[in-house]
């Protein structure tokens, strides 16, 4: 079969197709399937693991910390200005 079109001849051969639904594909053993099944959810399973992580730290941190008011009376000494003590 000859094929023209925009001043080019093209000779059409069965062997030239693009599809390879003639070509003769190997079976997937288990062992290759699960393996590929273990590699795709390997990086999902480590971004979740990652995020969880951080999400109990953060908690944590807030749960160490002391409120803001009592953070900044603590910090500028006893409230009638002598040395603690007095």
Do not use: C, K
Not at 4 to 9: D, N, V, Y
Not at 47 to 56: H, P
């Amino acid at each position: 079969m000859i094929a023209r079109s925009a001043g080019f001849t093209t000779v059409y051969n069965e062997d030239m197709a693009m599809s390879d639904d003639h070509i003769e594909m190997t079976e997937t053993t288990r062992l290759q399937f699960v393996l590929a099944l273990l590699g795709g959810l390997f990086a999902p399973l480590i971004a979740i693991a990652l995020i969880v992580i951080y999400v109990i730290n953060i908690e944590t941190h807030h749960a160490n910390e002391v409120p803001a008011g009592q953070a900044t009376i603590a910090a500028s000494g006893p409230a009638h200005g002598g040395q603690p003590g007095e």
